[in-house]
C-alpha cells in the first residue's frame, strides 16, 4: 500500500510505480506503421527532455508533470496514451472546470484547442505534432485531478500552522490514472475526482446559479437611506422588492412599492442567509449585504470550493466541527448533524485558528492557568491598574515549586518588562474564564472548547468575542453526547458533578475528531445558500492565489 500526502506536488509524483497501462497500448506482435513508430520516437525525445532537460514545453506551455509523464511514456514503450476520442472527452472535463470555479487555462484549454483544429490538416500531422499533443492532452488530466484532490491553492502557503494534510490510503496513485485511461469516458472518470460531499455538490449547483442571476443581469443596488421597514412606500421599497426577487428571497412578480407583511418576510429570509438577525428592518446592515454585487458572491463561493476541496475528501463519519465563521458547532453521526450549538469564537486580532485533532477528555470545574500571550497582554497589565483584580476573580500567585505567593508580596511593577516567574491560576467556580467544563485536544495553539460564564454574548448574533478558544453555548450537553453513557454520564449525573465544585477529569470512551474550519459560505441546507461576513479576512488572500496563473506549490 503506498499512500500520498497533500504535500507532494506534481512534480514529485515521479516515485509512483507505473504498471503497463493497456488502453490504446498495441500487443508487441502487431504491427506498427512507420508513423508510428516517429511518434514514439517523438515521445522519446521528449521524454529525454523532460527527465534530462530543463523540462517540456509545447505550444508554448509548460508541461507541468514532468517526472510523472516520463514514467507513463517510459512504461508504454513510448507509445501515445490516449486513444480516438479521447482528446474530446478531456477537454469536456477541461472546459468543466469552470464549474469548480477554476480557470480552464490551467488545463491548457486554449492551446489544446488550437492544436485539435490544426492536426486536421494532414500537412500538419506530424509525428512530433502528435506526439506533443498526446503530453499535453496528459499534462492536462494529471493538472486537473490533482486540483481536484488537493485544490489549487497551498493552504499552508496561506496559514503556517495548517495541520490537514491528507492522505490517500489503500489504492496506488497511478491507479488513478489507469483509471482515467481505461475508462470509456476520461471526462466523467476524471470528474469522479471532485470531493463526494454533499456540501461540494451544492457548492457546484450554488456557483451555476449566481452565474446564471449574473448572467440575467444581476441586481441593482438598494440606493441609501433610512431604514426600510413594514409602512414604508416609494421607489426604495420597488428597489428593495426586484433585489430580493433576483436571488429567490421574494416571489417574482410581487411587485410594489409598498412594504407589506410579505416583503417584510422576505427581508426576514434573506436575513438568516446572510447571518443577520432576522427582525425583517432592511437596515444598515442588511442593505450593505443586500448591495453585494453578485460577481462578489461568485467570487465568494469559488473561494469556499477551494476550501472544500482541502478538506472535504476525508470529512465524514463521526466528528465535530467548528465553524469559525458562522460561530456554530455542529456534531456529526454518520455524516449527518445530529445537533447543533452556538458558540463564541476569538477577535479578529485574536482568530480562532483552523486545524485537526481529537477530543481526549473533559475537565469538569476545572482551573484556569492564565495562557503567555493573555498573561501579558490582557492579565499583567490589569493587575497593576486594579490590585484588587485577583482577588475578585478567584485567581492565585504560583511560584515555581507550586506553592502559593501572597499576590501584594510581588512587586508588580516589574511586569510584563521582566520575565514572569509565576504562574496564575483561577480556581474552578461559575466566575472561572472557562467555565463549569472544558474539553481538551492536543494543540500548538493552546485552543480548547469550553464553558463561559459570558452567557449574554450568546445572544449577539455576530458572536467574536474570545481570545481564540471556543466559548460552547451547551457545554453540559456536549458532555453528555461525548460521553455517550446515560447510565454512568446522564443530564442528572453531569449535574451533580459539577455541582461538587470538584475538579475531575473523565476520559472519553473514544478520542472524537474535532475540526475547526473557516467558511464564508453556508452549504449545508439543500436549497439554501448561506453567506457570511468574512470576520478575519481570510477571502481575499486565497481569492488572489486562485485567481493566479497555475503554478506548483511546496505541499508539505
Given at each position: 500500500m503506498c499512500t500520498r500526502r497533500r504535500g507532494l506536488v506534481l512534480a514529485t509524483i515521479a516515485s509512483w510505480t507505473l504498471s503497463t497501462l493497456a488502453h490504446g497500448q498495441e500487443s508487441p506482435a502487431a504491427p506498427r506503421s512507420p508513423q508510428r513508430v516517429a511518434v514514439e520516437a517523438a515521445i522519446r525525445q521528449a521524454v529525454e527532455e523532460m527527465r534530462f532537460g530543463d523540462g517540456l514545453e509545447v505550444a508554448d506551455r509548460r508541461i507541468a508533470?514532468?517526472?510523472?509523464?516520463?514514467?507513463?511514456?517510459?512504461?508504454?514503450?513510448?507509445?501515445?496514451?490516449?486513444?480516438?476520442?479521447?482528446?474530446?472527452?478531456?477537454?469536456?472535463?477541461?472546459?468543466?472546470?469552470?464549474?469548480?470555479?477554476?480557470?480552464?487555462?490551467?488545463?491548457?484549454?486554449?492551446?489544446?484547442?488550437?492544436?485539435?483544429?490544426?492536426?486536421r490538416d494532414p500537412a500538419v500531422r506530424t509525428p512530433t505534432a502528435l506526439a506533443g499533443y498526446d503530453l499535453l492532452l496528459s499534462d492536462a488530466v494529471a493538472r486537473r485531478v490533482y486540483h481536484l484532490e488537493f485544490g489549487k491553492v497551498s493552504a499552508r502557503d496561506l496559514d503556517p500552522h495548517w495541520n490537514m494534510t491528507r492522505e490517500i490510503d489503500d489504492l496506488e496513485p497511478v491507479v488513478i490514472l489507469q483509471q482515467i485511461v481505461a475508462a470509456d469516458s476520461a471526462e466523467s472518470a476524471i470528474l469522479a475526482h471532485r470531493p463526494p460531499h454533499a456540501i461540494y455538490r451544492r457548492g457546484l449547483v450554488a456557483l451555476a446559479r449566481y452565474r446564471r442571476i449574473r448572467d440575467e443581469g444581476g441586481w441593482e443596488p438598494v440606493p441609501d437611506g433610512p431604514k426600510l421597514e413594514l409602512g414604508a412606500t416609494g421607489p426604495r421599497v420597488t428597489a428593495l422588492r426586484a433585489r430580493l426577487a433576483a436571488t429567490g428571497d421574494l416571489p417574482r412578480g410581487d411587485e410594489g412599492g409598498a412594504f407589506d407583511s410579505g416583503l417584510e418576510q422576505a427581508v426576514e429570509r434573506f436575513q438568516a442567509r446572510h447571518g443577520l438577525e432576522a427582525d425583517g428592518v432592511a437596515g444598515k446592515g442588511t442593505l450593505a449585504e443586500l448591495n453585494v454585487p453578485v460577481d462578489a458572491r461568485i467570487d465568494q463561493i469559488r473561494v469556499n470550493l477551494e476550501r472544500a476541496r482541502w478538506v472535504l475528501h476525508d470529512l465524514s463519519g463521526d466528528f465535530l466541527l467548528v465553524d469559525i465563521a458562522g460561530f456554530e458547532l455542529r456534531l456529526f453521526r454518520d455524516d449527518q448533524i445530529v445537533w447543533t450549538t452556538r458558540v463564541q469564537v476569538g477577535r479578529p486580532f485574536r482568530a480562532t485558528p483552523v486545524f485537526r485533532s481529537r477530543i481526549r477528555y473533559l475537565d469538569f470545574n476545572p482551573t484556569w492557568?492564565?495562557?503567555?500571550?493573555?498573561?501579558?497582554?490582557?492579565?499583567?497589565?490589569?493587575?497593576?491598574?486594579?490590585?484588587?483584580?485577583?482577588?475578585?476573580?478567584?485567581?492565585?500567585?504560583?511560584?515555581?515549586?507550586?506553592?502559593?505567593?501572597?499576590?501584594?508580596?510581588v512587586d508588580w511593577s516589574r511586569y510584563?518588562?521582566?520575565?514572569?516567574?509565576?504562574?496564575?491560576?483561577?480556581?474552578?467556580?461559575?466566575?472561572?474564564?472557562?467555565?463549569?467544563?472544558?474539553?481538551?485536544?492536543?494543540?500548538?495553539?493552546?485552543?480548547?472548547?469550553?464553558?463561559?460564564?459570558?452567557?449574554g454574548l450568546f445572544d449577539r448574533t455576530e458572536r467574536a468575542f474570545s481570545s481564540g478558544c471556543i466559548r460552547v453555548e451547551q457545554p453540559f450537553e456536549l458532555a453528555r453526547l461525548l460521553l455517550n453513557d446515560p447510565q454512568e454520564w446522564s443530564a442528572e449525573a453531569i449535574t451533580g458533578v459539577v455541582d461538587s465544585r470538584e475538579t475531575r477529569t473523565v476520559l472519553l470512551p473514544e478520542p472524537e475528531p474535532v475540526i475547526l474550519l473557516y467558511w464564508t459560505v453556508d452549504l449545508v441546507q439543500e436549497g439554501r445558500v448561506g453567506f457570511k461576513r468574512d470576520l478575519y479576512a481570510r477571502d481575499a488572500p486565497l481569492l488572489e492565489a486562485l485567481s493566479e496563473d497555475f503554478a506548483l506549490h511546496a505541499r508539505p
Open positions: 508533470a514532468g517526472p510523472l509523464l516520463a514514467d507513463l511514456y517510459e512504461e508504454r514503450g513510448f507509445a501515445p496514451v490516449w486513444g480516438v476520442g479521447d482528446d474530446e472527452s478531456i477537454l469536456r472535463a477541461v472546459e468543466a472546470s469552470v464549474e469548480d470555479g477554476l480557470d480552464p487555462e490551467d488545463y491548457h484549454r486554449s492551446a489544446l484547442r488550437a492544436m485539435q483544429r490544426r492536426l492557568t492564565i495562557p503567555p500571550g493573555i498573561l501579558h497582554k490582557d492579565t499583567l497589565p490589569a493587575v497593576q491598574r486594579d490590585p484588587t483584580y485577583l482577588s475578585e476573580r478567584n485567581i492565585r500567585v504560583i511560584d515555581g515549586d507550586g506553592n502559593e505567593v501572597s499576590s501584594s508580596a510584563p518588562a521582566a520575565p514572569f516567574p509565576y504562574r496564575l491560576v483561577q480556581d474552578p467556580g461559575p466566575s472561572n474564564a472557562l467555565g463549569l467544563v472544558k474539553f481538551m485536544f492536543p494543540n500548538e495553539h493552546l485552543v480548547f472548547l469550553h464553558d463561559t460564564p459570558s452567557r
